[in-house]
């Protein structure tokens, strides 16, 4: 099989939790799997994991809030892949929470940066490859918006979501498909910032979660 003629799944924020997950689930299910996330070394836990499991992979240590990163990312899928089937975008960038009035101006910055504005960028850049397969990208909800000191990562996930969300009524009828799925409460880094004592022992594995939407979706 060629890299033109294999599937091939891209990952966003593919290092742990959810993304890690799913790039193992879409592996086992026959799909090269293109991860890109920050940390390199989580990155290689995961390579091994799919390699192990008779699976394969790509690993990009990349930042999405990286424009001319992601430029490079979508022009190598062009030219080495010709086309996308799935793109699951797990990055996000979870601020401190805050009181509106004391949301650092950074923390503001970056969450706009990496929630919003790189999810649009990648949208226009990933929506040729997408179309060319007939492909899936899928984006996931996790709806803080109004809630208490949630003011940063609420507002911009929410963002992300009605982005999503015009994408996918813009698309109904073409392709791509635009998938929002609704995860369950997971024990991931970003949950065990927002709740530090919270007990994690009745929440949803993340391979169990991956497995569902997967299931679902292809």
């Known amino acids: 099989m060629s890299d033109k003629t294999e599937k091939l799944a891209l ?16 592996a086992a299910r026959g799909y090269h799997v293109l991860a890109v996330a920050r940390t390199v070394g989580a990155l290689e836990e995961l390579d091994d994991r799919i390699r192990v499991a008779g699976g394969s992979a790509t690993l990009a240590p990349m930042d999405v809030g990286e424009a001319p990163a992601m430029q490079q990312l979508a022009q190598a899928v062009q030219d080495r892949w010709g086309g996308l089937d799935f793109w699951a975008h797990c ?8 009181p509106v009035p004391h ?20 949208i226009a850049l990933l929506e040729p490859s997408l ?3 007939s492909g899936t990208a899928m984006f996931f909800d996790d709806n803080r918006a109004g809630q208490k000191f949630f003011g940063a990562y609420g507002a911009t996930k929410a ?8 994408w996918q009524a813009e ?12 995860p369950a409460p997971m ?13 994690r022992a009745g929440l949803a594995n993340c391979r169990d979660e ?5 299931a679902a979706t292809l």
Do not use: C
């Open 103 to 122: 949301i650092d101006g950074k923390d503001w910055s970056k969450s706009m940066l990496i929630n919003v504005e790189a999810v649009r960028g990648m």
């Open 131 to 133: 179309r060319a397969r």
């Open 11 to 26: 990952v966003t924020g593919a290092s742990r939790g959810l993304g890690a997950a799913l790039a193992e689930g879409l």
């Open 210 to 214: 991956a497995e569902r939407i997967l």
């Open 91 to 98: 990055a996000v960038h979870a601020a401190p929470l805050s």
């Open 187 to 199: 024990p991931t880094a970003v949950r065990a910032r927002f709740f530090p004592g919270e007990d």
């Open 159 to 166: 963002a992300q979501i009605a982005l999503a969300r015009s």
């Open 171 to 182: 698309t109904r009828t073409i392709a791509p498909r635009v998938v929002i799925a609704e």
